[in-house]
């Protein structure tokens, strides 16, 4: 499957009829189409349809367009389920998963729609329990398929909430939340999304978790707000000397002295073949980011 860059994920409330047309000129990699937490309960079968019309009418360009649905057990789930998932979406956003059985009806209702193979489910890690079962979580992407799982977004504003963790400014009690949940997707080939960062207003704030993000190792950051979408595209895109190294690496093992072999001498370091498969990798980043093109 193609690489897509998800160095931004923007939430944009599904009630907001111009936020809604705006999101169509933002230079975020995905767009979220919120029905959850943006919406209020007396504007909750609005938005719902409000969701359907922009998706239908287009014009999304590069970005993956997204819709999170209201949570399973909640009043709004089934019906939400049952509308967007006949639109042509590229996943819908679960939030409140707990095990991996909270996936099962997501996929079928995908299924029983005619949504095409490819509509994922991205699932959100946003409680304690979900971080205890976030392996068994990401190991529906193998053992169930037709559960569609394609990515883990974590929750940190909830996880928050629910474990009384302070959110401090390097995120030190979240560290083990967002290691735990980016080793089990890496574990089963997913993607990982980090959680938002809340003072929209603090862009060196944003850049700062950003960065860490991308040095525990996330695709991505989910945003809140259009102002930080710069920064973390900046913090998510490998760097001109990054891809400069990574082609030079690649270009050393295509000589032919180096055919068969597993370890290269390459400006007086050893390099071996995993450093290849992170080269390839960060060159086929670097070029997907360079194909999207403004709407």
């Avoid at 079968?45 to 819709?67: I, K, T």
């Amino acid at each position: 499957m193609p690489i897509r860059p998800r160095r931004s994920a923007l939430f944009m409330p599904a009630s907001n009829a111009r936020a809604l047309e705006k999101a169509r000129t933002l230079d975020c990699d995905v767009v979220i189409l919120d029905l959850e937490d943006a919406v209020a309960p007396e504007q909750k079968v609005a938005a719902r349809q409000s969701v359907v019309d922009a998706v239908q009418r287009g014009g999304w360009g590069p970005r993956e367009v997204v819709v999170r649905v209201n949570s399973i057990g909640s009043p709004w789930h089934h019906d939400d389920l049952a509308v967007v998932a006949a639109v042509d979406l590229d996943a819908i956003l679960l939030p409140k998963v707990e095990t991996p059985f909270d996936l099962k009806g997501v996929g079928g209702a995908l299924a029983a729609a005619g949504a095409p193979e490819r509509v994922r489910v991205w699932a959100m890690i946003e409680t304690p329990r979900a971080v205890l079962n976030a392996l068994a979580i990401a190991e529906t992407a193998v053992r169930q398929p037709e559960c569609r799982l394609g990515c883990l977004v974590i929750g940190t504003n909830d996880l928050a909430k629910e474990t009384r963790a302070a959110q401090t400014a390097g995120r030190e009690p979240m560290l083990f939340a967002l290691s735990s949940t980016l080793y089990a997707a890496r574990a089963h080939g997913l993607d990982v999304l980090d959680g938002v960062f809340n003072d929209f207003k603090d862009i060196e704030g944003c850049r700062r978790e950003a960065e860490q993000g991308r040095a525990l190792g996330m695709d991505g950051k989910t945003l809140i707000h259009p102002g930080q979408i710069a920064v973390a595209n900046a913090a998510f895109s490998p760097s001109p000397a990054e891809v400069a190294a990574a082609r030079d690496i690649v270009a050393a093992f295509e000589r032919p002295e180096a055919i068969g072999l597993g370890v290269i001498a390459l400006d007086g370091r050893m390099v071996e073949r995993m450093h290849l498969a992170m080269a390839q990798r960060t060159i086929a980043i670097a070029e997907a980011i360079a194909a999207r093109r403004p709407a």
